[in-house]
């Protein structure tokens, strides 16, 4: 029971301290792609489906 709760606050620690930031460096990476380096659109294609592969939906609920 001791040990589930500690496993499961490291599993809340691990969203909130990695997550959380990375989501957040993802999403301005995309604001940056979308305004300023809209001339080269594939680049901004291969970043998306690398996001996609590294974030899962499940990372997004909370």
Not at 14 to 23: D, G, H, N, T
Not at 33 to 40: E, I, Q, R
């Amino acid at each position: 029971m001791v040990l589930d709760h500690i496993l499961n606050f490291d599993v809340i620690w691990f969203k909130l301290k990695f997550i959380k930031p990375l989501l957040l460096i993802t999403y301005f990476f995309d604001l940056f792609n979308s305004f300023l380096l809209n001339c080269d659109k594939n680049k901004y294609m291969i970043f998306n489906r690398k996001n996609f592969k590294i974030i899962d939906k499940s990372d997004l609920v909370w």
